[in-house]
């Protein structure tokens, strides 16, 4: 029998007690001291651009009544509005898990709110000559936290940029990896010269992102060597043939002997990639989702998924690994998928490995020293009780391996929303992306890194977007650099948290045992966990789900209710067989004494259960002697008991 596994003691860091505003406010003079000054220093700022101009308004504008009327306007509405407010979800609570949302790091908001009144356009610097080098910075940073190349002298260099969420950021990952898998077809249909291009479509639609940005680099070096005449006419005559020129529509009509490209993800997959591939042009039907196992993607059913793909000639675009799906926190085999490529470039189908991080990208920092390599599983696994199991250390020591991922800020960032991050392992397939091919008009690429991206609007999805926002997002790197000893912190305190609860869920489960059933249905790779339950006696699948929302309604926001009759916030899910798999599915069911057979048609068979998100930095507050872990599980206690008419077990 293995031993037990032993954690160390769980230790309140006190660096967190700085990084926050915290649950009660507690760091309220210090973000008010911040706010005040940098907003002094910013009418200052206004005051010095000529100082020899006078004010237009006047000093005794206020007194005029057309002013004080507007005034009063304002103010009542911004009443309202703050009075509304209060009704918002208490993300800054420890009583708060359910969605994916905390507190803000301070240095983040801080330095966002320290930029808005600038009101910097990340679009270009020219309508943001600072924010605009942060967000690329930003990106750098990202890069280094995922192993990715980040020093921007290297030719093959990261980058990354800022969206207004990971759906985008998704989004930004398709365009890519269509324009990579395109770009040689365009190239030959051309008879762009020169260039020892592959011999067939199928060939060169599968010749590769890294080959594919070499032969880009080579053209352009080419065009770039041509007087200017003929240089505008090669671009033309490529551009022409371009899918972004010819549209998918056309372009495939231009190939007819090549398929639509599929795109690889698991059933877990967040509903962006089917958003995604739509706003690409493509449809549902190119999206094929795999199965699962253990809620991680099946690598063996996607190697054999890419095999039959390779045979019938089915040109697949892009695989993506879940790095923390949104219901169930699990974590794929980001290096099972790479090996199915691998396995499938011998019989030349090659992809895209995109992986979405949305979620658990930060938890990175874990596995980073400071000087940006990769930590010895042994090392941080003395850290924790179970994390990271050896499966999960191979998925997040083979990012550095794929081609790009998606990093949402605003989840396990602490940043507020409308941050999400798009990184690519090589800058230079961006000006595949770009609206414009300046080399055509400058006669040769920029060479400076951040030179190149400054119109950052010509490589994005969006056009004018937030600078305060990448300068919030940066500053929070700053002080809090990417590695296991600085940003991680906050994972490694929010994963022993989540370690903790998962056993405090098996003592809550023991002493409820004489009249509910109740588990954690498959055990949590990062800081989201499930409960599932059944009142004992009950047979019924449909039952068990309805005794779920009856507790749910315990622990759901409700817009008629002051927010203070809630002790705890959660959220649902559900654990659908095709999710879980026909067989974990019915061992789950099966476990928690509900007929797996019996009323399987009831919800299609799926299993309401409880989700939390643990990521509030206060869970087990060590000042005042509380887990709010055991708090809660004290509250299911008494809730289950209630429901059921039963006094709880002492
Ligand atoms: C949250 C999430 C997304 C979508 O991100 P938004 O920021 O909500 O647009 C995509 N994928 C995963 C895995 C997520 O968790």
Redesign the pocket.
Known sequence: MPAEPTAPPFQHDHVLDACFLGPYGENDALLERILVEFLRDHVYWRRNFHPEDPPAIGTAASLHPDYQAFEARMRRELHQLSAALKRSMPFHSPRYIGH?ASDLLLPGLAAQMLALPYNPNNVTDEAAPVTVDLEVKVGLQLARMLGYPSDPARVDCAFGHL????????YQALRLALALKAFPLALRTAGAPGLDLPDDDWAAFNLGNAATIDLLGRWQAWLAAQPPRERAQWHARVEAQRIEQLGIAGFFAAHPQLRLPRVLAPIT??Y??SKGVKMLGLGRAQLDLLPTHGMRLDADALAEHVQRCARERIPVLLAVA?????EYGTIDPVDGVLAAREATRAQGLDFAVHV?????GYLATIFRHEDGSLREREAIAAEFKYFPSPPLYRAFAALADTDSV?V?P??LGYLP?GS?AFVCRDHRAMDLLAERADYIFHGEAPRDYLQRFRSLGQFIPEGSKSGAAAAGVYVAHQVLPLDHRNFGRMPRSTVRCTELFYERAQRFAAQVAGYLHARVPFEPDSNLVCLAFNPRGNRSLAQANAFLWRLYERLRPDVHQPLQVKEFFGSVTTLRPELVGAGPAHEILTSLGIDADADADSDGGALVVLRHTLMNPWLIDRENGISYIDRYFDFLMRCTAALLDRNPPA
């Open positions: 994916m969206t207004s969420g990971g759906t985008l950021a998704n997959a967040h962006s990639w879940v790095l923390g799906s949104t979405d991080a949305a979620w658990g998606t949402d605003h989840k929303f999400g």
